[in-house]
């Protein structure tokens, strides 16, 4: 009996704790790498941030524009605090992090339910310490569906083990790593993928023969540069 006492405890004291953890410590795993949860935060500057990483906690802006297109302006910031073990697992999750759109909740505080605003958000940029890589802070913008963003998406390479081009010797020199497009917000492609299968030795691929969505944009002066050659050797260093 004491026994079956003492279990009931744990289990009570268990449910207390997971009630009383914040939000996302506490969100189903298939929402939790794919839902930013965030908290307002009313204070910025060096020293405020600072307090947030103390707490585990970084601080995020997100980035409201003033119309549809991405030549209008931002419109409004607004000061979030997001989760550190969480935005750190989402990274790790996600290599296409930065181009990825992702849904936002923000709680009315760090222990409430109330959700004060949600929406799809772009993560656009993620500041990293130089020395030991710890996150710094989170910039994101809203990406309602109809606005366009302009998106540098990174390249991916695939084909490579049937590219008869590279099985007669030859060598991929990779030139690009990335395209920026403008993008309809429920466009935005993780990445741009070049197949490089059928590529035979001095062929290259040029900018604009990548296929991608009709509503993406190549925002680039010189359309017909060259993302990747297939060169006959590797070239002397």
Request: glycine letters at 8%; aromatic letters at 2%; charged letters at 20%.
């Amino acid at each position: 009996m004491a026994q079956c006492l003492r279990g009931k405890s744990a289990a009570a004291a268990g449910e207390a704790a997971l009630r009383a953890a914040a939000p996302w410590q506490r969100t189903a795993s298939a929402s939790y790498h794919h839902t930013i949860q965030a908290v307002p935060r009313e204070t910025a500057g060096p020293r405020a941030a600072a307090r947030e990483r103390r707490h585990g906690r970084i601080p995020a802006v997100l980035l409201s524009l003033a119309g549809t297109g991405p030549g209008d302006g931002v419109a409004h910031r607004k000061l979030l605090t997001a989760d550190r073990k969480q935005l750190a697992e989402m990274l790790k999750q996600s290599p296409y992090f930065l181009s990825t759109p992702v849904r936002l909740q923000v709680r009315a505080g760090e222990r409430s339910t109330a959700v004060v605003h949600s929406g799809t958000v772009l993560p656009i940029k993620v500041h990293r310490d130089e020395t030991t890589g710890n996150i710094l802070n989170l910039v994101m913008v809203q990406a309602d569906e109809g606005t366009m963003l302009k998106v540098n998406l990174p390249i991916e390479f695939k084909g490579e083990d049937a590219c008869s081009g590279l099985k007669k010797g030859g060598f991929l020199q990779k030139i690009r790593t990335s395209l920026v497009y403008l993008c309809p917000a429920e466009h935005i492609p993780p990445k741009i993928v070049v197949d490089l299968t059928n590529l035979d030795v001095g062929d290259r691929v040029l900018m604009h023969d990548i296929p991608v969505h009709p509503s993406l944009k190549l925002l680039s002066k010189n359309e017909t540069m060259p993302v990747c050659k297939i060169l006959v050797s590797k070239p002397v260093e």
